[in-house]
């Protein structure tokens, strides 16, 4: 059973900013918040991590509200070339061997001009 | 600067006749993990090493074994490859601190 929710697919323009929202009700105290960006016949890459709060980096944003059951990722200004399918992925800090990173469904995200 | 290699890119086998994916790693990560994609769906975790303790998720099929002889190489062996094995499969890795995976390119197998 995925620990993540996402809407399956969203539609958007270039230049708009895109937020795709992930659930994670169970989320548990030593857990991080990693979303992942995979195109087509690709590994999927790293985009964003978090904690608490917010998280800025140079190609996207990330809010988690203070219950942590769900975080944000924001994408600015997108553009064609950030056409993917995008993961959201609850892992912990590193100190166990849990092995719990499975994927949930994931978002396709399809920007259009 | 490729960080996690796969090879080889693309892999035919026939039905039945046992294939080995490899993978390398230049971070010196000590968690290896093995996903497999099929096409339209989201990567499904196979096995994962941290360090040398194989950690095999309860629903990977016997058919699927793997390797890991030391911190840089992890191989996934496909023992009787059948038309249902054919996917990408995609090696990661991840470090110390908070878990973020590395992944290669994966590797397209395909099943005649």
């Known amino acids: 059973l995925a620990k993540t929710t996402q809407p399956i697919s969203m539609d958007s323009y270039e230049g708009q900013e895109v937020n795709i929202t992930c659930s994670h009700n169970n989320i548990a105290t030593n857990d991080y918040i990693t979303w992942y960006q995979q195109f087509p016949s690709q590994g999927p890459r790293f985009i964003i991590q978090g904690y608490k709060t917010k998280v800025t980096n140079e190609v996207a944003s990330l809010f988690i509200p203070a219950d942590r059951k769900s975080s944000t990722l924001s994408l600015p200004r997108v553009s064609l070339s950030d056409t993917a399918v995008y993961y959201c992925?609850?892992?912990?800090?590193?100190?166990?061997?849990?092995?719990?990173?499975?994927f949930g469904q994931g978002t396709t995200l399809q920007v259009k001009p | 600067d490729a960080m996690v290699i796969q090879n080889p890119r693309y892999q035919v086998t026939q039905f039945g006749k046992p294939v080995t994916l490899s993978c390398s790693q230049t971070?010196?990560?000590?968690?290896m993990y093995w996903y497999q994609q099929k096409s339209s769906q989201a990567p499904k975790l196979l096995f994962h090493?941290?360090?040398?303790?194989?950690?095999n998720e309860a629903d990977t099929p016997d058919n699927f074994q793997s390797r890991r002889p030391n911190t840089s190489f992890c191989f996934l062996d496909i023992r009787s490859p059948g038309l249902g094995d054919a996917a990408m499969y995609l090696c990661?890795?991840?470090?110390?601190?908070?878990?973020?995976?590395?992944f290669g390119s994966g590797t397209q197998l395909s099943v005649l």
């Open positions: 971070l010196n990560h000590n968690v």
């Open positions: 090493y941290y360090d040398k303790d194989f950690n």
């Open positions: 992925l609850v892992g912990d800090d590193g100190s166990s061997n849990t092995g719990k990173l499975i």
């Open positions: 990661a890795t991840s470090g110390t601190g908070p878990e973020k995976l590395f």
